[in-house]
Structure formats: C-alpha cells, structure tokens
Nanobody, 126 residues
C-alpha cells in the first residue's frame, strides 16, 4: 500500500520554526521525487518545494526561499521540511506528494504527483 504520512505541524508564534516530516512506505522510496505543497482555507494547493529522488537537488518557490529547507533521509524513507521565520501567511495544511521521476520542480502542479499524504496543519498566530 502506497503511503505518505505527514507529521510535525502545530501552532507556533510568528518568527518560530517547525520541522515537518513525511514518512513513506509501500513503495521504492528512491524511485520518487517528493514535493511539499500547502493549502490555505479557500485556496488551491500550491507547491512550495521539492527534492529529487536521490536527495541531491532541491528547489523552492520564490516566496519561501531562504526560510524553507527540504531534505530527505533515504535510509529512513523520510523527507523533511524545515520552516524558519514563520509568518501568519504560512498558515495552511501542508502535504507531501510523491512523483515517480528523478527531477522535480517546486512550481509543478498537483497533477504532476502520483499520490499524497493526509496533510498536517500549521498555524502561525500570536
């Protein structure tokens, strides 16, 4: 069973940090690039970052560059998203998605991904 499970979300004050995890199972993890997306209430699901299947290449949308860092541990079948200097506009449900390609683009749409996790809520508020 192909599965992605996100965790690590929560309520954090502006300026704080969070580390999200995306744990994979049921497929050959190193065959897939992994993307992180977020969806705010009433808005579409938009990509923020992705990491290629080997972990050697990452890319980010302009709005999060310098604050978001994605990494992966292929030995543990897990991808991470470190978010620093959180802003209220970062409030959203964060999803990871898997696509069976080597390379990926943070600007690719949801249709580029094969399957998704259930999401983890990030709320930034004082």
């Amino acid at each position: 069973q192909l599965q992605l499970v996100e965790s690590g979300g929560g309520l954090v004050q502006p300026g704080g940090s969070l580390r999200l995890s995306c744990a994979a199972s049921g497929f050959t993890f190193t065959d897939y690039a992994i993307g992180w997306f977020r969806q705010a209430p009433g808005k579409e699901r938009d990509g923020v970052s992705c990491i290629n299947s080997s972990g050697g290449s990452t890319n980010y949308v302009d709005s999060v560059k310098g604050r978001f860092t994605t990494s992966r541990d292929n030995a543990k079948n897990t991808v991470f998203l470190q978010i620093n200097s959180l802003k209220p506009e970062d409030t959203a449900v964060y999803y990871c998605g898997a696509t069976r390609t080597y390379y990926c683009s943070a600007y690719a749409g949801v249709s580029a991904y094969d399957f998704w996790g259930q999401g983890t809520q990030v709320t930034v508020s004082s």
